[in-house]
């Protein structure tokens, strides 16, 4: 084992008793025993616009970079090192399996190819450290926050999933707004061998009793599922859970099952706004277009089973499923933000390279920007890209 890969395995060594934080202090220590000068961590904030400097014992205040204006930013938006003018620092983007965390500094006098190399495995050492660390240590929750959370924020927040998973076949990506104060949205997306797993919950209202919804329903998705329930099993088990238990709730939906070995798409529509199909980097109309189930709750699905429908991916296509949050929300003019300004957003980040979860930040950077920075419903959007000709990630 070399010096260098010695110094990464020593520092998964150490790492196991560090609290969170002094994770930033231990990397640090890390990359000075390689020879830099300076490394320093950076965590991306809930609403993706800044990178917020973990702390370190010799530091005082906060540090935060903007991630639309910063090499720093560029690294994490494109996720690919960076390299500054002067050729001594690296901003290296944290990734843990797909999902972006921020980003890595690190400052050397001379940075050769075998050097980088290294930054960027203690970059994905670093991630993973931070992913293992994050559960159980305020310290990383709280550097991701620039304000409070609130009780029904906090309620959704602690049963979602990472905001991007993937694999060789497909890569699934997530956002939520507004990202401090959930109402009743959420959404899931998981693997089970070769099919990806989708849903977006959208609870009427937004209060505690609506991210409690919203969390029954995901509870109930995950436990039918992974009993080798259908999506119709599924919808039955969210409205018998509303029904029981918020008896005053409704919740629309869209549930859906991809196999990315054939690229097979099966889903179910209660009430919700229907699917996006995005082919050669343009919408197909009404291509998910079916008639909608009922919404879930009082016991509609009791009697009759929803509708499952099914459609056959192309290579490429990706799949865009939104609340009306999106489309409704409205200027302080009164314009709404409409289902094409949502295609044309996604579709020209996409057709310029960006990668799925970068396309959804500037998104909601633009629908928030369309309501002047308040939100009067949720919005949350997922997208989902079947790349089975891609090889690897």
């Known amino acids: 084992m070399g010096s260098g890969e010695k110094l990464l395995s020593e520092l998964i060594a150490r790492s196991r008793p560090v609290l969170g934080r002094d994770l930033a202090a231990l990397v640090s220590e890390t990359g000075r025993d390689r020879g830099l000068h300076d490394v320093r961590m950076y965590l ?36 690919r090192t960076v390299r500054s003018d002067d050729g001594a620092t690296l901003w290296v983007p944290m990734i843990d399996g797909v999902e972006r965390l921020g980003v890595l500094k690190a400052t050397a006098a001379g940075l050769d190819d075998e050097l980088i190399s290294w930054c960027e495995a203690l970059a994905g050492v670093a991630a993973l450290l931070l992913v293992s660390k994050s559960s159980h240590n305020d310290l990383l929750i709280e550097a991701e926050r620039r304000r409070a959370m609130t009780v029904q924020g906090e309620l959704v927040w602690a049963f979602l999933p990472p905001r991007t998973i993937g694999s060789a076949r497909v890569t699934s990506s997530a956002v939520l707004e507004p990202a401090y104060d959930i109402g009743g949205d959420a959404f899931d997306h998981s693997f089970d061998g070769d099919a990806l797993h989708l849903a977006l919950l959208d609870s009427m209202g937004h209060d505690l009793a609506s991210g409690g919804a919203s969390a029954a329903g995901l509870a109930a998705c995950r436990a039918t599922r992974r009993s080798g329930g259908s999506l119709a099993d599924i919808v039955l088990a969210i409205d018998r859970i509303l029904d029981t238990w918020f008896t005053d709730r409704l919740m629309t939906a869209v549930i859906a099952r991809l196999d990315t070995a054939d690229g097979t798409l099966a889903w179910v529509n209660c009430a919700h706004p229907p699917p996006l199909l995005i082919r050669d980097n343009r919408i197909l109309p009404d291509a998910l277009v079916r008639e909608s189930d009922l919404p879930l709750g009082w016991g509609f699905h009791t009697e009759t089973p929803p509708a499952v429908h099914t459609t056959r991916l192309e290579p490429g296509d990706r799949v865009l499923l939104y609340s009306d949050g999106v489309t409704e929300a409205r200027s302080p003019q009164g314009d709404l933000f409409g289902e094409e300004r949502l295609s044309d957003t996604v579709i020209r980040a996409l057709g310029a390279g960006d990668p799925a979860p970068e396309a959804l930040r500037l998104l909601l950077r633009d629908l928030l920007r369309h309501q002047d920075r308040r939100l009067r419903d949720d919005a949350t959007i997922v997208l989902a890209e079947w790349h089975p000709n891609r090889g690897s990630m």
């Open 44 to 79: 991306a904030d809930l609403q993706q616009a800044k990178l917020v400097a973990l702390p370190l014992p010799t530091t005082a205040g906060e540090e935060t970079l903007s991630i639309d204006d910063s090499a720093a930013g560029q690294a994490y938006r494109r996720e």
